[in-house]
């Protein structure tokens, strides 16, 4: 087993939470074995503090697993997984949601989604690709699925030594399944679709637009399957507009739509041009929704991507009607909540209209974020009045 010694003071980070040792973090490396193995992590002193998956090829040497001196073996791997499919149980998830966040649930790299019968799953790092297999007979195990899809098809992979892959993993062959997310069927396109197929962190921030929506025009951008499209219906939005730039996307919206007893009105466009075109035309909604894709994945593009959001917000502000709702997200991990809020206060100001902040949400209960982890605090959600 190798042994990683840390620099001085640097074990104090692991104990209170962070789930990785970074390269230069470590004092010296000892012992031999094999890349992606469980190596042991100690002080500069000399003390336990942890075990872990190591990996040489990646700046992330350790992906700490556990601070207690135990095995970690299939059982470790078994209680982990089921222990994290209580506690969702226990909030009571049942046909779909998050049953593995990574470091979240003490399991790095690993992401587990359920969708009705069917798992999604993603290996991130080299030491859980090497157990892939336990892995799943451990998920069949426990969740009897009927087939289990791998979407490992995710740039993080190359920064481990691993090349992107999806395909099935267990079970019949299949690509998409059919969930019941806050009372309404959805078509989830799990070898195609976003992540491992859909957005299931939004799912309790759907279900809120009951709050806002009744007898209200709506606006939904980047609408992806059309999860808040269809609550917007379901809750009684007088019109809801659902739009994407992908022709796939729209073809799912109108499919859970027509699942459902709606009728989808879909506009494939980019979002940037089309608010500005609403703009030209006068046109105005009672309740816009943007939840656009992360306009960054790290830290030094985080400028850039502000200015977009902010873009975004403003032209979208110009748009709602007085006394209406703009609910803008941002699941960009490197923005944070007071980046976030920033960006939010320069829009209002710089569009010339008042608002207030009525909600400051976050991902759902199954995507809870382990203190010490915060990086795995991505989604933010505000809820703005026009006044």
């Known amino acids: 087993m190798y042994c990683v010694v840390l620099k001085k003071n640097e074990e104090k980070k ?60 299939k059982d470790f791997f078994y209680q982990r997984i089921k222990k994290a499919n209580d506690y969702r149980l226990e909030l009571g998830y049942s046909n779909n949601y998050r049953v593995v966040f990574g470091e979240s649930d003490m399991l790095s790299g690993l992401i587990v989604d359920k969708y009705g019968d069917y798992l999604s799953v993603q290996f991130l790092c080299f030491g859980m690709e090497l157990i892939k297999k336990d892995i799943v007979d451990i998920l069949v195990d426990i969740f009897k699925p009927k087939g289990i899809y791998e979407r490992s098809d995710v740039s ?20 998409k399944a059919i969930i019941e997310e806050n009372g309404l069927k959805m078509i989830v396109d799990i070898a195609n679709g976003q992540k491992t197929g859909y957005f299931l962190d939004q799912k309790e921030n759907r279900d809120n637009l009951k709050n ?12 992806n ?28 919206v109108k499919q859970n739509a027509e699942l459902n007893g ?22 105005k909604f ?58 939010i206060n320069e829009s209002v100001f710089e569009s010339g209209v008042n608002a207030k902040l009525v909600e400051l949400r976050t991902q759902g209960k199954d995507h809870a974020t382990l203190i ?16």
């Open 225 to 252: 399957a059309g999860g808040f499209s269809l609550c917007a219906l379901k809750y009684g939005a007088k019109e809801v507009v659902s739009t994407d730039i992908s022709e796939s996307a729209l073809e799912i």
């Open 156 to 175: 993080i992979r190359e920064k481990e030594g691993l090349q992107q892959v999806k395909g099935v993993l267990y079970g019949e062959d299949f690509s």
């Open 212 to 223: 806002y929506v009744k007898d209200k025009t709506v606006l939904d951008c980047f609408c």
């Open 262 to 283: 709606f009728t989808a009105n879909t506009v494939k466009a980019d979002t940037f041009e089309l608010l500005r075109e609403y703009r030209k035309e006068k046109k």
């Open 286 to 343: 009672d309740v816009i929704i943007l939840d656009p894709p992360a306009f960054t994945k790290s830290a030094d593009t985080v400028k850039q991507a502000y200015s977009g959001y902010k873009d975004i917000n403003i032209q979208a502000l110009k748009l709602v009607e007085k006394g209406g709702y703009l609910i803008t997200c941002s699941c960009s991990q490197h923005l944070t909540i007071q980046t976030f809020l920033n960006m």
């Open 14 to 73: 692991i104990l209170n939470g962070f789930p990785w040792v970074y390269a230069n973090e470590v004092s010296k490396i000892l012992g031999k074995d094999k890349q992606g193995s469980i190596a042991e992590i100690r002080s500069f002193d000399g003390r336990f503090i942890g075990r872990g998956f190591i990996n040489h090829l990646s700046k992330i040497l350790v992906r700490v697993l556990s601070l207690k001196d135990e095995v970690i073996d």
């Open 372 to 387: 010490g982890t915060e990086q795995s605090l991505y989604l933010k959600v505000a809820v703005l009045k026009i006044v």
